[in-house]
């Protein structure tokens, strides 16, 4: 029986290891023009205006707190509204808290 080290499957470990470094190759091509995308954004409030009541209630019906955990939460800020949601959903959720006089943005 001869065993030969060079060769695996009949094709030289050359061949085997160019193919390795071909797909790793790709995939970091692939990864820098299309770029890792997020897909999950947290929405932070970090100012509330002159008035903090519209701001508390624009909380209040966008997150679905209580009216007194949204008023410890406004008044916390800056505070996290929302963690992991989509980026449609976060920019609906910071144009209700900034029409309301508050300040937010998307991290």
Known sequence: MDINITSIGGLSIWVWAGMYMFGFLL?????????????????????????????????????????????????SAPAVL??????????QLKDEIEAAGGACEIK
């Open 82 to 91: 929302k963690k992991g949601i989509s980026s449609e959903e976060a920019e």
């Open 27 to 75: 995939n970091k091509l692939c990864n820098h023009i299309w770029g890792d995308k997020e897909t999950e954004f947290d929405v932070l409030l970090t100012g509330f205006g002159d008035s903090r009541i519209p701001v508390i209630k624009a909380v209040s019906a966008s997150t679905g707190l209580g009216l007194k955990e949204a008023k410890e939460l406004v008044g």
